[in-house]
C-alpha cells in the first residue's frame, strides 16, 4: 500500500531534529567563525539534494555537478564583484569601474554578457537560468539518444573539466585560476561583519528547507513516482508510453538548479569563487556526500554531506598528509558495509527498534492477556 502521506512520521522526526540542530543548536553553541564553516557545508547540501532526485530516484549518476554549482556561484559573483568595483573603489585603476582582473588583462570596457548582472533580479533569474539551460542542453543531447549509465557519467566529468579549462584560460573575463574575490557588499550592504555572517546563515538554512519541500513534493508526485519506475525498469516505462527522455531531463535540470543555489549561496558566505570549484575532483566529493548520507534519502543526503565535511575539516586540520585517505576510506565504508547509506542505517536498525519500543508502551485495551493471543492461535 502506497504511503501518500506528505512526510511519514519517521522523516517528520528527521526534518524537526534538523531545524532544532541548524535553527537552535548551532547558532547557540558555535562561534561565527565555526558557524560560517557549517553554511559552508550546507551549500554542498543543495548539490546533494539535487542528486537525490537525479542519481537516487532517477538512476543518472552526474559527476559534473560541481559545474552547476560553479555557475550559480559565479552568476552571484559576478553580481557581487560588480558591485565591489565601482569607479570610486577602482579610481586607482587605468580604467576605473571594471573589475580589477579586468583592467590588469588591459580589457578597457564591461563585456557585454557582464552587463546584466548589474541588476539584482536579473542575477537571479541567470542563477536559475543559465544551469537549468545548460542542463537541458546537455540532457537533451543525451537523453534524447539514449545515453545513460557509465557513459553518461563519464561526459559529465569531461564537461567539468572542459568548463574548469575555460575558466582559466579567459582570465581577463572570468578571474582565471584566482577566481574572483574581494565580494564585498549586496545591494550596499556590508557582507563581511559578523552579524551578517549570521543573517546569511539563517538565509542559506530557510532557502535549504524551500528546496527540501520541493524535492519531498516531486517526490511524493506521479513524477517522482515514475521517476523510481524509470530506475528499476526503464524499458516497461517507455513501452508504457512515457517519454523516458523528458523524465530524465526534468530530474537532471533540477538537480543542476539546486547545485547553482548553493552554488550561489556559497559565493555570499565565502566571499568568492573560483575554478577550484567547479572540475572534476569537487563533483566526485558531492557524489560521496549523497552516497553517505542515503542516495534514496532526502534528509540523509543533508545530514551525510554535514558529516563528511565536517570529517574533512577536522581530518584536515589533524592530519593535513591524510586526509584524503580518511575521505575516500569512509566512502568505501559505507559503500561496502551500508549501501544505502546513513538513512539505510537509521531505517534498518534504529527505526524498527523505536518503534517497537513505541509499540510496547501503547496501553494495553481492556480486557487484553498476554494469553489471549495464544489462545486465539489456531491449534496445529
Known sequence: ??????????????????AVFLVLVLPLTLDVFRLNLVAKYLTYAFVALGLVICWG????????QGVFFGLGGYCMAMFLKLEASSVENTKIQSTPGIPD???WNQITALPLFWKPFHSLTLTIAAIILVPGIFALIIGTAMFKRRVGGTYFAIITQAVAAILTILIVGQQGYTGGINGMTDLRTLKGWDIRPDHAKIVLYFFEVGCLFVCIMIAQFVRHSKLGRILVAMREKEDRVRFSGYSVANFKIFAFCIAAVFAAIGGAMFALNVGFMSPSFVGIVPSIEMVIYTAVGGRLS????IYGTLLVNFAKTSLSETFPELWLFGLGGLFIAVVLAFPNGLAGIWGDYVQPRIDRLIASRKPKPEGWTDSSVADSAPAE
Open 101 to 103: 582582473f579586468m583592467d
Open 57 to 64: 530516484y532517477g538512476g543518472i549518476l552526474s559527476l559534473g
Open 1 to 18: 500500500m502506497t504511503d501518500n502521506r506528505f512526510f511519514n512520521r519517521s522523516e517528520l522526526i528527521g526534518i524537526l531534529v534538523l
Open 298 to 301: 532526502i534528509l540523509g543526503a
